[in-house]
């Protein structure tokens, strides 16, 4: 194979890092197996267990409930005891969700239930998935204001976390919620918002499953739009003096950085219309490139000497791509190979120092990881528990594969975002106990104490939030 007439599209080299390139130059495409297949956990004592999506979470519920309704969710709260914990999607990499006792689905509450035409307020249930949410939308002719660029999560779960998009204008998914309904530990059924139980609202909208379960959430939506991605490839240097650049010019910026290499690459979102869309969409990309990136990762286990060639040569085959289309189709990525992850929030003045000190820190201590470094920016908001109180962020988010050891990574990447004051994603993993946090949140007290009034008997701590909130 000729390398210097060798092209990778973009998204190629995020999700197989261009091995394929140095593989088949060096003579080895048929050098790789597959990878072998993972066993899940099994049952014991008859009992079935609950994983979450990557596998790194595992629990056996003793029962297992899918209320039918909030009357029905209502009554259960009331008549029964001991610990219960909701679960959507299960796309929290952090112990959000496992329990041994009860485990309560919320796959009744899905679809969009009301929707306000002149407000452009949509409410929707808990367990909606983003993605049947966006399609909703789109059916109505309304768009989400900004969206996380994976959509398989359920909402309610995205907003007990602050998931978030990027864009420095715009705040995670919490901070378009303008009212929800939450059912307490006794079975009493609070509204709120801005004007009604205020307190409450400001702190369930990013609860961590601490204070009660929520059953839908209502939304500030926005008229249907389009997007046009663009994604460049670009040395460290000449990435990072653009960075800032685009940070304050686009609607909506991110960057990936790419362990052991020299290049960045930057995608720019930017509105454009329904008529410049139409004449430029492009075909989706076929093919499952993240297995190919997984076997091809393979091949780098078996020989490590070729990591340097791959980072070094790969990126610079990644030439200058565009994407059109709505703007649900253009925020959601595809993740179709299992991985876990950390992701920090820093102060956004301190980012892309951050993220430049995560990426040498990488080369220095010669980390084994070839999957990128994704880097956003993300509006303040006035959410008790949020990233982002009182602080635009840069939120950084390191991963490796499932069934690669990934703690010895994120220590060392830990150890970089405390030094720069990060807040931990809730939903990803983390070591931050109740000392640390009541440290970042300033609102850390009113938010216990609230969580006390609405739950004195803590049904709703299970293990993981013993050391967040303990007695």
Same mark, same amino acid.
Request: some cysteine.
């Given at each position: ?19 394929? +390139?140095? #593989?088949? &130059?060096?003579?080895?495409? !048929? ?7 993972? $066993?899940?956990? %099994? ?16 629990s ?40 041994n ?54 909402? +309610?779960g #995205?907003? &007990?976390?602050?998931?978030? !998009? ?7 998914? $919490?901070?378009? %919620? ?15 918002s ?38 460049e ?52 990309e ?21 990591r ?26 595809v ?25 040498e820190?990488?080369k220095k ?107």
């Amino acid at each position: 194979m000729d390398i210097k007439n060798f092209k990778l599209t973009r998204r190629q080299t995020l999700k197989a890092a261009g091995i394929s +390139a140095v #593989a088949s &130059a060096a003579g080895m495409t !048929g050098c790789s197996s597959a990878p072998e297949q993972v $066993s899940g956990p %099994v049952p014991i004592n008859g009992i079935m267990p609950w994983s979450n999506w990557s596998g790194n979470q595992v629990s056996y519920p003793a029962e297992r409930t899918r209320p039918r309704n909030i009357d029905a969710l209502a009554k259960l709260l009331k008549e029964t005891d001991g610990k219960i914990r909701a679960v959507g999607a299960g796309h929290s990499f952090s112990g959000l969700v496992p329990t041994n006792e009860t485990l309560l689905s919320m796959a009744r509450f899905r679809g969009i239930s009301h929707i306000n035409k002149e407000t452009k307020e949509v409410t929707a249930g808990a367990g909606t998935r983003l993605a049947a949410l966006g399609d909703e939308l789109w059916e109505n002719d309304l768009g989400m204001i900004n969206m996380p660029d994976i959509n398989t999560q359920a909402l +309610a779960g #995205a907003i &007990a976390t602050s998931t978030h !998009g990027t864009g420095q204008k715009f705040g995670s998914l $919490s901070s378009f %919620v303008t009212g929800l309904t939450l059912v307490t530990a006794a079975g009493e059924v609070l509204k709120c918002s801005a004007t009604e139980n205020k307190d409450v609202f400001d702190a369930a909208r990013c609860n961590i499953g601490s204070l009660g379960i929520i059953t839908d959430i209502t939304m500030q939506m926005r008229d249907s739009y389009y997007l046009k991605e663009r994604s460049e490839m670009l040395p460290i240097d000449e990435a990072f003096e653009k960075m800032e650049e685009l940070r304050l010019a686009k609607r909506h910026f991110e960057a990936f950085g790419l362990p052991h290499a020299n290049h960045v690459l930057l995608i720019e979102f930017d509105e454009i219309s329904k008529e410049e869309s139409d004449a430029k969409q492009s075909e989706a990309e076929s093919g499952d490139a993240y297995e190919t990136f997984r076997t091809l990762a393979d091949v780098i286990d078996t020989m490590p000497f070729l990591r340097g060639a791959v980072m070094s040569i790969a990126p610079r085959t990644v030439g200058v791509e565009e994407k059109y289309g709505p703007w649900n189709k253009i925020f959601g990525n595809v993740r179709d190979m299992r991985f876990n992850e950390m992701e920090y929030t820093v102060p956004a003045e301190d980012g892309l120092a951050c993220f430049r000190e995560v990426l040498e820190t990488i080369k220095k201590k010669d980390i084994d990881v070839i999957f990128p470094i994704e880097y956003r920016y993300i509006k303040e908001d006035d959410i008790w528990l949020s990233q982002f109180y009182k602080r635009p962020g840069a939120a950084i988010s390191v991963h490796n594969f499932h069934d690669k050891p990934y703690m010895p990574y994120f220590a060392e990447m830990e150890a970089i975002f405390d030094r720069y004051q990060g807040r931990p994603h809730w939903g990803k993993v983390h070591n931050k106990t109740e000392k640390e946090f009541a440290a970042l949140y300033p609102k850390w007290e009113e938010f216990k104490k609230l969580r006390q009034r609405l739950d004195p008997t803590r049904r709703f701590i299970n293990e993981h939030l013993e050391n967040i909130f303990p007695v």
